[in-house]
């Protein structure tokens, strides 16, 4: 195969995996480590557990045992049940049947690909759950009695089926040692201990929100800035205002399953105070929640909200509450109201309860604010002008200014050739001045993130990885090129090739790096049009690359019939220019005897 073929080839190959990188992959997955749930078995789901009608059997293979014995545990469905005829997820627990606090023995798994150990209160071993959420219909565990066991033991059992149906604590067979009489047991089916959330009866509004005092009555931050949820569907918007001892919240805004705002001491989503408002078909819940990371909101078991109430029309969520401005200290992870803190609002699906990421990025307050205040009409933005920044200097560098020198470099070496700049041909100072500015851009982008981040970010998936990849091979560059050899040298082609290497690698790297960023939230840029801009910049700088390339080598020589033509021009100045194109002798002489074949 010519050299020319396999360069070619190898641009095409370059160009499909550009291209591959424009869809977007998510992976969601749920892995069961529920080490948070030890202690009261209840799932993080914000709502009241099932106490009736159990669907599942937690059965033992013995009932009298001694310390080191081995005891065969299964949960399975109960074959009758009418509704669904599996379960998700489950944890169980073996306790001192006289105090259910104290978690006894280990377990051993026989399903090791539906079930995995936890350790919970620093014991290994000491509970098991799910380790996905696959439909199971029966799990089996071994029990493994301890040498200080106690005279009687209980299993426990939580079990999922859903996010809003689940059974905690479940009692289930109680065994006990030889010699030993076993206490009264509770049948499958009652919820010992089980946490609930408590919940209030809301009223429906019955009309819209309005922005009328706005600034003057009420604080505000809405968007787009300015807009009326009372005549624009469109319209996210939160207000407040302080009464007395307490402070009323309105918010609103169009969405598939919830809107929410939280009140953060800083920028970054993380320890924060949530509340959402989640349609549930035809209605709405109205909760107070925790986010200790970018995870799921922890809902809160205390009933800390007042005057509820909501509304639902035409795809917009309403509701409408009060809290008090100071909370008693039981009441962990609510901020006091009359602190400064940022505000969130964000927006998003909610599938049978259970909230999802939001969709977009999230509205963020311009400055933090005390919301027991004067009113004010707040500001603020969904993308951070840092991270415009960055993604600005990213784009102009490795989809333009590397491009430009890199074709100066590779195709316009022979032009000039008698024009020097500052002692240098003209390619080669245009090459180093693009490259220069390049590597500058980088430099800029790179840091922006970090400035506004203060920090490494751990979800913006392999993008800063990547990053950090094309910031390094960027500076080898010009390192690489400060001890290069001179042109007559004869390991000359050792830094030749390392040079483009380095740069090709570069290059490619950065703009699948670039394709990854685009859809940051941070970016807040429009989908898919900005995957399809980027994709045609990328297309065309290739095809650009791959026609100069082919006219190099002769197979496509634009000016094969120009070069040699004259033009004669009379009476410039006169309106009546005559252009006369005249052939040289050798172009004459071809024509003729091509008239004679």
């Given at each position: 195969?010519?050299?020319?073929?396999?360069?070619?080839?190898?641009?095409?190959?370059?160009?499909?995996?550009?291209?591959?990188?424009?869809?977007?992959?998510?992976?969601?997955?749920?892995?069961?480590?529920?080490?948070?749930?030890?202690?009261?078995?209840?799932?993080?789901?914000?709502?009241?557990?099932?106490?009736?009608?159990?669907?599942?059997?937690?059965?033992?293979?013995?009932?009298?045992?001694?310390?080191?014995?081995?005891?065969?545990?299964?949960?399975?469905?109960?074959?009758?049940?009418?509704?669904?005829?599996?379960?998700?997820?489950?944890?169980?627990?073996?306790?001192?049947?006289?105090?259910?606090?104290?978690?006894?023995?280990?377990?051993?798994?026989?399903?090791?690909?539906?079930?995995?150990?936890?350790?919970?209160?620093?014991?290994?071993?000491?509970?098991?759950?799910?380790?996905?959420?696959?439909?199971?219909?029966?799990?089996?565990?071994?029990w493994e009695a301890p040498s200080d066991s106690p005279s009687s033991v209980q299993f426990l059992v939580t079990v999922v089926q859903g996010f809003k149906e689940y059974w905690v604590k479940s009692p289930g067979?109680?065994?006990?040692?030889?010699?030993?009489?076993?206490?009264?047991?509770?049948?499958?089916?009652?919820?010992?201990?089980?946490?609930?959330?408590?919940?209030?009866?809301?009223?429906?509004?019955?009309?819209?929100?309005?922005?009328?005092?706005?600034?003057?009555?009420?604080?505000?931050?809405?968007?787009?800035?300015?807009?009326?949820?009372?005549?624009?569907?469109?319209?996210?918007?939160?207000?407040?205002?302080?009464?007395?001892?307490?402070?009323?919240?309105?918010?609103?805004?169009?969405?598939?399953?919830?809107?929410?705002?939280?009140?953060?001491?800083?920028?970054?989503?993380?320890?924060?105070?949530?509340?959402?408002?989640?349609?549930?078909?035809?209605?709405?819940?109205?909760?107070?929640?925790?986010?200790?990371?970018?995870?799921?909101?922890?809902?809160?078991?205390?009933?800390?909200?007042?005057?509820?109430?909501?509304?639902?029309?035409?795809?917009?969520?309403?509701?409408?509450?009060?809290?008090?401005?100071?909370?008693?200290?039981?009441?962990?992870?609510?901020?006091?109201?009359?602190?400064?803190?940022?505000?969130?609002?964000?927006?998003?699906?909610?599938?049978?309860?259970?909230?999802?990421?939001?969709?977009?990025?999230?509205?963020?307050?311009?400055?933090?604010?005390?919301?027991?205040?004067?009113?004010?009409?707040?500001?603020?933005?969904?993308?951070?002008?840092?991270?415009?920044?960055?993604?600005?200097?990213?784009?102009?560098?490795?989809?333009?200014?590397?491009?430009?020198?890199?074709i100066m470099a590779r195709y316009f070496k022979s032009d000039w050739p008698e024009r020097d700049i500052l002692g240098q041909k003209v390619w080669f100072q245009l090459h180093r001045m693009l490259m220069a500015?390049?590597?500058?851009?980088?430099?800029?982008?790179?840091?922006?993130?970090?400035?506004?981040?203060?920090?490494?970010?751990?979800?913006?998936?392999?993008?800063?990885?990547?990053?950090?990849?094309?910031?390094?091979?960027?500076?080898?560059?010009?390192?690489?090129?400060?001890?290069?050899?001179?042109?007559?040298?004869?390991?000359?082609?050792?830094?030749?090739?390392?040079?483009?290497?380095?740069?090709?690698?570069?290059?490619?790297?950065?703009?699948?790096?670039?394709?990854?960023?685009?859809?940051?939230?941070?970016?807040?840029?429009?989908?898919?049009?900005?995957?399809?801009?980027?994709?045609?910049?990328?297309?065309?700088?290739?095809?650009?690359?791959?026609?100069?390339?082919?006219?190099?080598?002769?197979?496509?020589?634009?000016?094969?019939?120009?070069?040699?033509?004259?033009?004669?021009?009379?009476?410039?100045?006169?309106?009546?220019?005559?252009?006369?194109?005249?052939?040289?002798?050798?172009?004459?002489?071809?024509?003729?005897?091509?008239?004679?074949?």
């Amino acid at each position: 195969m010519p050299v020319f073929m396999e360069e070619v080839l190898v641009k095409m190959w370059i160009l499909l995996l550009l291209l591959s990188v424009c869809s977007e992959t998510v992976i969601c997955y749920s892995d069961g480590k529920v080490e948070a749930a030890c202690g009261d078995m209840t799932p993080q789901h914000g709502h009241d557990p099932r106490t009736k009608n159990p669907p599942f059997n937690l059965t033992a293979d013995k009932s009298q045992f001694s310390p080191g014995d081995e005891i065969k545990v299964t949960l399975s469905m109960v074959p009758s049940y009418e509704g669904k005829k599996y379960f998700k997820g489950f944890l169980i627990e073996a306790r001192d049947a006289v105090n259910l606090d104290e978690k006894v023995g280990s377990f051993k798994l026989i399903n090791p690909g539906i079930s995995q150990l936890l350790t919970c209160d620093s014991k290994e071993g000491s509970a098991v759950s799910h380790t996905d959420k696959s439909h199971k219909t029966e799990v089996q565990v071994i029990w493994e009695a301890p040498s200080d066991s106690p005279s009687s033991v209980q299993f426990l059992v939580t079990v999922v089926q859903g996010f809003k149906e689940y059974w905690v604590k479940s009692p289930g067979p109680v065994v006990s040692q030889n010699g030993f009489t076993p206490p009264p047991q509770t049948s499958v089916g009652g919820s010992i201990g089980a946490q609930t959330t408590q919940t209030t009866t809301s009223s429906i509004l019955s009309r819209s929100f309005t922005s009328k005092g706005c600034g003057s009555e009420k604080s505000c931050l809405r968007d787009p800035e300015g807009c009326d949820p009372q005549n624009d569907n469109a319209c996210h918007f939160l207000s407040f205002r302080a009464f007395e001892s307490s402070v009323m919240f309105e918010l609103s805004g169009p969405a598939e399953g919830y809107v929410s705002f939280a009140l953060s001491e800083d920028k970054w989503m993380g320890k924060d105070d949530v509340y959402l408002c989640i349609r549930d078909t035809d209605r709405v819940e109205i909760k107070a929640a925790y986010v200790s990371g970018r995870t799921h909101p922890e809902y809160s078991s205390q009933n800390v909200l007042k005057d509820t109430a909501w509304r639902l029309s035409d795809g917009v969520i309403q509701c409408s509450f009060r809290r008090d401005i100071v909370l008693p200290p039981e009441n962990l992870n609510r901020f006091s109201l009359d602190q400064m803190y940022y505000l969130f609002m964000a927006h998003g699906r909610a599938e049978d309860g259970q909230t999802h990421r939001h969709d977009r990025q999230p509205l963020i307050s311009t400055y933090q604010r005390v919301l027991t205040g004067p009113p004010e009409d707040l500001t603020g933005s969904r993308s951070p002008l840092l991270m415009k920044y960055h993604g600005a200097f990213m784009l102009i560098a490795w989809t333009s200014t590397v491009s430009a020198g890199v074709i100066m470099a590779r195709y316009f070496k022979s032009d000039w050739p008698e024009r020097d700049i500052l002692g240098q041909k003209v390619w080669f100072q245009l090459h180093r001045m693009l490259m220069a500015l390049t590597v500058l851009l980088t430099l800029g982008g790179f840091v922006l993130p970090f400035m506004y981040r203060g920090g490494w970010s751990k979800r913006a998936g392999i993008h800063p990885y990547l990053g950090c990849v094309v910031m390094a091979l960027a500076v080898i560059q010009p390192v690489m090129a400060l001890f290069r050899p001179a042109p007559d040298a004869s390991r000359r082609y050792i830094f030749n090739w390392m040079h483009f290497g380095t740069g090709t690698a570069a290059q490619v790297v950065a703009v699948v790096t670039i394709f990854l960023g685009i859809h940051q939230q941070a970016l807040f840029l429009p989908a898919p049009w900005s995957t399809g801009v980027l994709a045609a910049i990328v297309v065309w700088f290739v095809l650009a690359d791959l026609v100069l390339d082919v006219h190099r080598r002769g197979y496509f020589s634009i000016g094969k019939y120009l070069k040699n033509v004259k033009i004669y021009t009379e009476h410039i100045n006169s309106d009546d220019m005559e252009m006369v194109f005249v052939p040289d002798e050798n172009e004459t002489s071809s024509a003729e005897s091509c008239l004679k074949t």
